[in-house]
């Protein structure tokens, strides 16, 4: 099993639709967690942070529920600007700042 | 952005030949990352530096070593290249945080498309 799983897609989503995310981790001592965006053949690019009292910035929202060890994002209405793979990433030792990072969940969005 | 770039950007090699790629950071981030993109396996580190000198294996290490002789450069080299290590490289950064501690944030480069025939 892997240390951090995501449903790989895809998500094919009209125009306007909102759309969640989901990722699962293993090891109960994470600490830190993110969402990435990745376009095709380019760098991975923050997203952004996820806290246990949640986020939001603007059409994107992040949970996390540490009890059941997931992370999430909703996306609401979704703009073709938005396809892409997100990826779900998970800190375990702050002192070096390694992490492990989903496989990815790639999503279009179409007209 | 983050003002890291690598070298070179694509690069087609020969099976046994040495490679190296380089990653170079222009904001004096102490944490330097090393990892690889493959097909069905998402981003995987494969070395890390916490400091100018200072370097640690990631999990997939295997037939590759680095060396960190200036806080903004980060070489990651491949002594005798194989077709398994035909992958997309790309090279981060970690900020750091209060008391020398990296936050978890971290930003890529460009990444090295590597071709291994």
């Known amino acids: 099993r892997k240390e951090v799983e995501q449903d790989p897609g895809p998500f094919n989503v009209p125009e306007g639709a909102t759309v969640a995310f989901n990722c699962t981790y293993s090891?109960?001592?994470?600490?830190?967690f993110f969402w990435y965006r990745q376009d095709c053949r380019k760098e991975p690019k923050l997203l952004m942070s996820?806290?246990?009292s949640g986020n939001e910035d603007g059409r994107f929202t992040a949970q996390l529920n540490r009890a059941s060890q997931y992370i999430s994002l909703l996306i609401r209405d979704s703009k073709l600007s938005d396809s892409a793979t997100y990826l779900c990433?998970?800190?375990?030792?702050?002192?070096?700042?390694?992490?492990?990072f989903g496989d990815g969940t790639t999503l279009t969005v179409k007209p | 952005d983050a003002g890291i770039t690598q070298s070179p950007r694509h690069k087609v090699t020969e099976t046994g030949t040495p490679v190296t790629l380089r990653c170079h950071q222009t904001?004096?981030?102490?944490?330097m990352y090393w990892y690889r993109q493959d097909p069905g396996h998402g981003l995987r580190l494969i070395h890390y530096?916490?400091?100018?000198?200072?370097?640690d294996k990631g999990e997939v290490s295997d037939g590759y070593s680095v060396s960190r002789s200036k806080t903004e450069d980060f070489l990651l080299t491949l002594e005798s290249a194989t077709s398994s290590q035909t992958s997309v490289y790309f090279c981060?950064?970690?900020?750091?945080?209060?008391?020398?501690?990296?936050?978890?944030?971290?930003?890529f480069g460009p990444g090295t498309r590597l071709t291994v025939l």
């Open positions: 981060a950064i970690s900020e750091i945080g209060q008391r020398g501690r990296s936050t978890d944030t971290q930003y």
């Open positions: 090891n109960s001592a994470s600490q830190s």
């Open positions: 996820v806290y246990s």
């Open positions: 990433v998970v800190s375990y030792n702050t002192n070096a700042g390694k992490s492990t």
């Open positions: 904001e004096n981030h102490r944490y």
């Open positions: 530096s916490y400091g100018v000198k200072d370097t």
